[in-house]
């Protein structure tokens, strides 16, 4: 069964670090979101993706913040300079429609020290 | 803005005990409803949902039914299994949102053997 995949699952890095998180979409797939989840709060929409540009963006989502689909199949999120606050686990997600089902990847938990 | 608002937890159950987990919403216009569930080391799944009034969604013995008058789609399950321990999130898409996700919190269920 198709699924998302994310890399890393992990990873612990210095605050002002720029960090970039990896998503393979499913591959039919045409619009694209990164979601977040602060240890014991809500998931958050961070963006959406389609058609090679942003198409939506949560307030969360600010010049620190950056996505690129760069070769049609991966989809980053770059975090320019890592902030303590950006201590979350990041969730990629796909849909074939913009009123399709979501597929999730597993998230990638990011740790700033 | 849309919210979603789940019962506190942790819920812990013997195996067999009948479910329920409360979800409320707040939404402008007519959202789709889901519920995602996310078993250990694993993404979000979706595991069911409505796109209106009145609709039951369904799926693994899970069910919940899409309650304006009430702005509730509660969870519940007749007899759960070990196996159904994991986080339950509730969320909606509004139509015109670009199949944007609003979550709740998400809770935790455990099931004793």
């Known amino acids: 069964e198709p699924e998302v995949t994310q890399t890393p699952s992990h990873q612990v890095t210095q605050m002002g670090q720029e960090v970039i998180l990896r998503c393979v979409p499913i591959?039919?797939?045409?619009?694209f979101y990164w979601y977040r989840q602060i240890l014991g709060q809500k998931v958050e929409f961070l963006v959406s993706?389609?058609?090679?540009?942003?198409?939506?963006k949560s307030e969360i989502f600010d010049d620190q913040f950056s996505v690129e689909r760069p070769d049609g199949s991966n989809f980053t999120l770059k975090i320019r300079s890592t902030k303590l606050e950006d201590s979350a686990m990041y969730f990629c997600?796909?849909?074939?429609?913009?009123?399709?089902?979501?597929?999730f990847g597993e998230g990638s938990r990011l740790t700033v020290l | 803005g849309n919210s979603v608002t789940q019962m506190e937890g942790p819920v812990t159950l013997s195996e067999e005990a009948f479910l329920t987990i409360n979800c409320t919403y707040t939404?402008?216009?007519?959202?789709?409803l889901f519920w995602y569930v996310q078993y250990p080391g694993e993404g979000l799944q979706l595991l069911l949902k409505?796109?209106?009034?009145?609709d039951k969604g369904s799926n693994k013995g899970f069910e919940a039914t899409y309650r304006k008058e009430t702005t509730s789609f509660h969870l519940e399950k007749g007899s759960v299994q070990v196996s159904d321990s994991a986080v339950y999130f509730c969320?909606?898409?509004?139509?015109?949102?670009?199949?944007?996700?609003?979550f709740g919190k998400g809770i935790t269920l455990s099931v004793r053997p």
């Open positions: 997600a796909s849909s074939a429609t913009h009123t399709g089902e979501l597929f």
């Open positions: 409505a796109t209106k009034a009145d």
């Open positions: 969320a909606l898409s509004d139509p015109g949102a670009n199949s944007k996700l609003t």
């Open positions: 591959s039919n797939h045409l619009y």
């Open positions: 993706f389609y058609n090679n540009e942003i198409s939506e």
């Open positions: 939404a402008t216009g007519y959202p789709s």
